[in-house]
């Protein structure tokens, strides 16, 4: 299995203490969150830590699904700048969130706000394919503003498009989704973290009321290949997820 964490948990502190903790606990990956307060990150600094990278493209200000033009477009070149920068560090997945629906445009205008995340959902996947990127599109958490909550809806566009999900078990659990219905062939990044249902709480694995060696027994006997990248709150949360998957699964 591949294990990494993502630098979200570290937000508070340099780029440099994280990955020194995330090198240190003998993981393997590190997700970067490509945004600010990291949004230039120096491609020597990562070359002197023993780790592999994926990205998480910028989701902070950034909506694919804008309806105006000049917020969509300046959306969907952060999101290629991220992917260029996947390609120069050779990571391994990039994880894109598919876009929001402000309240208006929730109202009036939701057929409209999928048609135009689906165009940029695509735009983005032919350059990252382009590139040689692994692009993926997460699903996201039943909160209002939050698009392609429907995993199925999701899966669908992707196969249509020969794009890959991120499965994010935490929102998926949050969405309603039981252990088994979280499997898709097109999943091929994983974010992990626990909850209880009623909040994308972020929780330490094991923590919560996610079925989560259901979940990954499941991806596992389907040959799942990816990452399973533990994107909780802070250190001490990755070190006791880490501590829970290497007791209960074969790392």
Excluded: W
């Excluded at 948990?9 to 970067?32: C, D, H, P, Q, R």
């Excluded at 109202?107 to 350059?127: H, M, Q, R, T, W």
Aim: proline share 2%; hydrophobic share 40%.
């Amino acid at each position: 299995m591949k294990i990494g964490a993502s630098t979200l948990a570290g937000i508070e502190n340099t780029l440099e203490e994280t990955l020194e903790f995330i090198e240190n606990l003998g993981i393997e990956y590190a997700e970067l969150v490509h945004q600010f307060p990291t949004e230039n990150i120096d491609i020597d600094i990562l070359e002197t830590y023993n780790l592999k990278y994926s990205i998480h493209t910028p989701f902070m200000d950034v909506n694919i699904a804008a309806l105006q033009d000049k917020s969509r477009l300046n959306s969907i070149s952060q999101i290629k700048d991220s992917i260029d920068f996947a390609n120069k560090i050779n990571a391994e997945a990039v994880v894109v969130h598919p876009g929001l629906a402000s309240f208006l445009a929730k109202k009036y205008f939701l057929d409209k706000v999928y048609s135009i995340a689906n165009d940029s959902i695509k735009e983005i996947g032919e350059y990252g394919h382009d590139l040689g990127v692994l692009t993926t599109i997460e699903n996201m958490p039943t909160f209002d503003a939050m698009i392609y909550q429907d995993m199925k809806k999701l899966d669908d566009l992707l196969v249509s498009l020969d794009m890959a999900m991120t499965l994010d078990i935490g929102h998926a659990n949050h969405a309603g989704y039981t252990a088994d219905e979280m499997y898709f062939d097109s999943i091929k990044h994983i974010h992990a973290h626990d909850n209880f249902g009623d909040d994308d709480a972020h929780l330490t694995l094991g923590e919560g009321s996610i079925e989560l060696n259901t979940i990954i027994n499941n991806l596992e006997k389907n040959n799942y290949d990816g990452i399973y990248i533990i994107e909780v709150n802070d250190f001490d949360s990755i070190k006791k997820s880490y501590d829970y998957m290497k007791k209960n699964f074969k790392i």
